[in-house]
């Protein structure tokens, strides 16, 4: 239980920082923000796809719970340890999907900060509890 208390904080805080930095590039620019869209809804699939769907937790015990769920909607792989593929399209996703709302962010130094505490906090979270 303690895990799936982290495992859902560190998803909340990481979603908390991707909506903050959607919300601002979307007031900055209405097709900015509608491309950082198309980025979360095609990063989400491909890091459940490449990664969370080959975890040995997914059936169930996924402290993320959520993820765990969607990667039974995937098309079926195989667990066991992860490819350079893997981990290649996973760095992508994440890279696009954290990385691309930089620039602006930085246009606005507050939201620049309290992304990055809740991204570190999240993935602290993870690396510590999860």
Not at 53 to 74: D, E, F, M, Q, Y
């Amino acid at each position: 239980m303690k895990h799936k208390f982290h495992g859902i904080i560190s998803l909340v805080l990481i979603l908390v920082a991707v909506i903050i930095a959607l919300i601002f590039m979307q007031l900055h620019s209405s097709s900015l923000g509608l491309f950082y869209l198309l980025i979360i809804v095609s990063s989400v699939p491909t890091i459940l796809f490449f990664y969370c769907a080959k975890c040995a937790c997914k059936n169930g015990a996924c402290s993320h719970v959520l993820p765990g769920i969607l990667t039974r909607l995937l098309p079926k792989r195989k667990q066991g340890p992860y490819t350079k593929t893997d981990y290649f399209w996973t760095a992508v996703s994440l890279t696009a999907l954290l990385g691309f709302p930089q620039i602006w962010l930085w246009k606005s130094k507050p939201l620049f900060v309290l992304y990055w505490i809740l991204l570190f906090i999240g993935l602290i979270e993870i690396l510590l509890m999860v």
